[in-house]
């Protein structure tokens, strides 16, 4: 396919444009050329487009990688997909070859590479990804339950490694998306109670639709205080979604239980008592994106279970990225979807 197409392209520190680029083309056996359905403005994107940014970008890089896709056009060596096919994507790219790759932990691969920051991505009408990390689902599934698979698939990574239990009572530290994503999938995996610190009014129904039990202010409320009232043991999970509270997460966690750690911040130091580690026998997992998750992914959203369409404050065209940014940048959004045709749903 050839003809230009439009596009958000990351220029320079803090600075992006809105125009054309031509079709992206196959170049290799396993490319999957897809048209883009709808795409979404992630906390990553925001990041991007920081000044100093926190995540880099190859200027000249389409950004984006939050999609629901359709297949136009396959390599040779792709069997499991066929123009037309309904798809969500995994926009981290491991080499496949050094150690850790080959040791299962391809997340982690000290080689990857990401479309939206070295590779072109989601914010257009057109991208090529690898077969590798797209997985089909159903034509039905709404595109507002769809749009929701990448991050999903990172909250599956940490779900994969906490084998919650029924009835076990959680604690997330953090009200942001992530924070919303655990209080569902974790009420959908039988726990207890919930309770979840959210200092936003605006977000409060928000954590409520998702599920949770309790929602503590913590400039109004003692968080410990109120899970000794809830949860006298401790809770059995406490789970850090904002990458500075992991002290936290070990003081509410009950002898035997489990941190998992899934917030992140290069620039924040935390001190860490190891005492009480050891004392209180606690698990700590470090989780980050998904290992092997994105068809388990593809498979709630067929079956309808994954629904957070609730969470989608505003529906944009492409050309009104700058209006989905700032309202990301001012907490005013919680998902942006963008449609790179302008076919609003």
Not at 242 to 253: F, K
Request: with cysteine; glycine share 10%; proline share 5%.
């Amino acid at each position: 396919m050839q003809g230009m197409m439009d596009c958000v392209v990351f220029t320079e520190v803090g600075k992006y444009e809105i125009t054309q680029k031509p079709i992206p083309q196959l170049k290799r056996p396993n490319d999957v050329l897809v048209k883009v359905l709808a795409c979404s403005i992630c906390g990553t994107d925001v990041h991007i487009l920081a000044t100093p940014p926190q995540y880099p970008a190859i200027p000249g890089t389409i950004i984006g990688h939050e999609i629901v896709g359709e297949v136009v056009e396959c390599g040779e060596a792709v069997t499991g997909f066929k123009p037309g096919d309904r798809l969500i994507m995994d926009n981290n790219i491991a080499c496949g070859t050094c150690e850790i790759c080959k040791k299962g932990d391809y997340n982690v691969c000290p080689n990857m590479k990401s479309i939206g920051m070295e590779y072109d991505g989601a914010f257009a009408q057109y991208l090529v990804c690898p077969d590798s990390n797209l997985a089909k689902i159903n034509k039905d599934v709404p595109l507002d339950n769809a749009i929701f698979a990448e991050p999903l698939n990172v909250a599956m990574g940490g779900m994969k490694k906490l084998h919650i239990m029924p009835g076990d009572n959680v604690v997330i530290i953090g009200g942001g998306p992530f924070g919303m994503y655990f209080t569902k999938l974790c009420k959908m995996a039988g726990a207890g109670k919930v309770i979840i610190t959210g200092r936003s009014e605006a977000r409060r129904k928000y954590l409520l639709e998702s599920g949770a039990d309790r929602i503590v202010n913590t400039r109004e409320e003692d968080l410990k205080a109120v899970v000794q009232e809830e949860m006298p043991l401790g809770a059995d999970i406490t789970i850090e979604c904002v990458g500075t509270t992991i002290d936290q997460c070990i003081d509410l966690v009950r002898p035997g239980g489990t941190v998992l750690v899934i917030g992140l911040n290069d620039k924040a130091e935390q001190t860490i008592s190891q005492h009480w580690i050891a004392r209180k026998g606690i698990t700590i997992l470090g989780s980050f994106i998904g290992v092997n998750v994105l068809q388990t992914v593809a498979s709630g959203l067929n079956s309808g279970q994954l629904d957070f369409s609730y969470m989608i404050t505003h529906r944009l065209p492409l050309k009104d990225f700058e209006i989905g940014l700032e309202a990301m940048r001012t907490s005013q959004a919680i998902e942006v979807v963008l449609y790179p045709w302008d076919d609003i749903r």
